[in-house]
């Protein structure tokens, strides 16, 4: 499983900002490593702030959450955002969460086909119980799937050779491990 620097990364535009701020509060008050923008404004100005912004969006945040205003569309750094969430959450969407805080019904561009949650009906604490419930259900899966990886691993190599005395095979409807004998039947 990759390791992330962050569990969760919030784009926003500033006129949200007391939005997402209250939902950082509540995330780390759960114990989650948040990249919140002002939370991270001495790391910012030693940065490349394109850069910077490209990878903790792509590949150093498990979750990826997009707060979408008026005028989130229309931002330079939120665009980057956005796109770089998009494609990084291509192969696993539960790792992004769209929440539209606009009255448009329907997002346009490239949001539109994704679902999202309506931001003017929840409260900052719901999103981010939202957030933490993905962020641990992911992290269960993935420990779980990281465990039968080492037992399948643990069964290669030398180890193999001691477990391939219990392996069953099928042959003509009589099941049997290896070096089995019934009779003058050797499988």
Do not use: C
């Amino acid at each position: 499983m990759m390791n992330y620097e962050y569990d969760v990364a919030i784009s926003y535009k500033s006129e949200i900002e007391a939005k997402a701020a209250k939902i950082n509060d509540y995330l780390t008050k759960e114990g989650l490593n948040v990249f919140f923008a002002p939370a991270r404004q001495q790391e910012m100005l030693s940065e490349k702030i394109h850069q910077m912004l490209y990878g903790v969006y792509k590949n150093q945040s498990l979750m990826k959450v997009l707060l979408i205003s008026e005028s989130y569309l229309d931002g330079e750094w939120t665009a980057l955002e956005k796109r770089v969430s998009l494609e990084s959450t291509k192969e696993d969407r539960k790792r992004l969460l769209i929440v539209n805080y606009t009255d448009q019904i329907i997002l346009p561009g490239d949001l539109k086909d994704l679902q999202y949650m309506d931001g003017r009906a929840l409260q900052e604490d719901k999103v981010a119980s939202l957030v933490t419930e993905r962020i641990h259900k992911f992290l269960r899966k993935n420990a779980k799937g990281e465990r039968e990886k080492e037992i399948k691993e643990e069964f290669t190599g030398e180890k193999r050779s001691a477990v391939k005395k219990v392996i069953i095979h099928n042959k003509g409807g009589i099941v049997a491990g290896d070096n089995a004998h019934f009779g003058n039947i050797q499988l």
